[in-house]
């Protein structure tokens, strides 16, 4: 029996060896037609009614499709094609008498969807079959965004523009659920079209086309929401689009597989001068999605994602940190170890920025008297926005001058804000900051030094980091800087509540419209809405309003011209940076080309799975030394215990060989048989 048990363990150790590999994935997956992404946490939630981070957003949006989308290619304008929809809405003036007896001048959105759209199969619908999507699936969409239970983020977008919003919003807290029987009255059905309904504004608003081009808007199966309740918010999404969730292990993956009743569409045949040299155009005509599976990763930890884009089991991966000394030579450029590896940069400018923001109902930074504006603007001119962006960005981004971000009408590159023109000697700083009251820093009237409270959620090195940059700018004024730290949902909820002087944050783009960053300023969106500095300014509020109204054109450029004096002088924000993003992927990724708004990108992009195999092979080969000497090690170690066995052996053999012994044995065992 040993040397049966010794032979095994040969035999184990010889399978080891001839199957050791690092590859994280299931047998065959690598080597088929899957894409691999990665996540830096498992989703809080993707129901298409709430989610609204952005690594949320690309799994969202390949599951829930809405009426339109973003062209792919095109870019400078963005440009808006018909998805789920069937033709371009109609726009027209829609006027009627509101509750008081007056008359209101507004429109009116006919949207229709395309016919034959069904859901996904799900055990929820008869037989296990999709069911047709019809106009009341999006019109319940509309009802979930208004139901404060579900506090969807964007539901400010729209209660202060369709007809009888916010009065059906407040019957929730009465009826419940069973509200959602009743009519919305500003999102109504066609009764002679079960594919058509119709959108009533109170107000002009061209921006809806955005709206309409959001996961928020999607068609929703209400069935699924009611039968899964809260599981429905991630291990049962129910949606129309190219993909269908298959699986979900937290803090592991998500894996989407092409959805069998997702609607035909295919990769455009055109698109920008340049992107048919560059191979964006080998793939057009073809019906998506050209990936039949894609793989999220969930990495909390920035260097495993990295270590996994290094052996090549993700097809693509970020520039942080983690990885800028390895990727990035000078000037920008990749390492030659990148280049070898078929490794290509992107670099594009994101519609975002990232800002400080001042409390305007706090009792010392806020206000809008002289002396308060000149407080604001002292600080602002301490702010280095460039030591932000080299050392969180290495050195790649752009300082922000105002509220509009590069490649949203408004921006405007060649102007230069008078509170954001940083002197490392702070002369006109000093000025103000003494001006405001505070002469050295110190109250004039107290003779106490200046304290501000940083509020921020600042848990990680990088986080702290970023609070002693801020602090030490801002000290050089001779002020004093508190931190208050908390965890991420306390200090959510104390920006929520107005409870803090002044936060660092961040936008990025909802749609391409100069609207969605400037209405970040509009008083009436102060918190719950996205106002978070409460700024409130009616001069600025009311040419929003007359903005908002107005196609791009010259007389839009020049009203969004007063908004940004009016806003630049009163500093409710001091404006930071605008993020530019690097990207990496192996050339076996095809049809690569970054959007700043859609989500639903993944869906376009291809691999060539031949390549990535070979690559893979080549760059994990298993080293089997370790393993070759512990088994050298057992055959050594087990050479003594051989002799042994056969030692033993030998002597049962003689011993049985001799007759005296054994008739010895029978006798002394009464006859059983002999051991």
Known sequence: MRNVSFIATLAVFALTLAGCNNNPYPAGESTSNVLYRTLSDDPKSLDPSVTYTVDEAQVTDLIYPSYFQYHYLKRDPFVLQLNLGAKEPVREPYV??????????GERYTFTIKQGLRFQDDPVFPGGKGRAITANDFIYSFKRIADPGVHSPVASFFEDKVVGWK??????????????DASLPGVQADPRDPYTFRVLLNQPYPQLRFLMAMHFTTPIPREAVEKYGEQFALQHPVGSGPYLMSEYRPKQRIVLIANPNRHPEFYPTEGQ???REAGLLRDAGKQLPLAQKVVFNINKEAVTSWNLFQQGYLDAAGVGNTNYQQVIAKAGMLTEEMKRKGVQLKRDVQ???YYIAFNMKDPVVGGYTPEKRKLRQAISLAIDSQAFIDLFSQGIGRQAESIIPPGVFGYEPEYKNPYRRYDPDLTRA???LAEAGYPNGADKKTGQRLILNFDNSATTPAGRQLVGLVTKQIERLGVKVESRSTRSNVFQDKVNKGQFQFIRYGWFADYPDPENFVFLLYGPNKRPGPNASGYDNPEYNKLFVKMRALEDGPERLAVLRQMRAIAVEDVPWVYINHDEDLSLHYDWLLNVKSHPIANDTTKYRAVDVEKRAQMQRAWNRPNYLPLIAIAGLLVVGAIPAVSVVRQRQNRRVRRADAPEAAAAADSNN???ASH
């Open 351 to 353: 519609a975002n920025i």
């Open 167 to 180: 009065e059906y919003a407040a019957e929730f807290e009465k009826k419940g659920k069973a509200h959602y």
């Open 273 to 275: 001068p340049g992107d």
């Open 430 to 432: 000093k000025q103000l």
């Open 96 to 105: 009627f008498t509101d509750k008081h007896g007056k008359t209101v001048k």
């Open 670 to 672: 009464n006859g059983k």
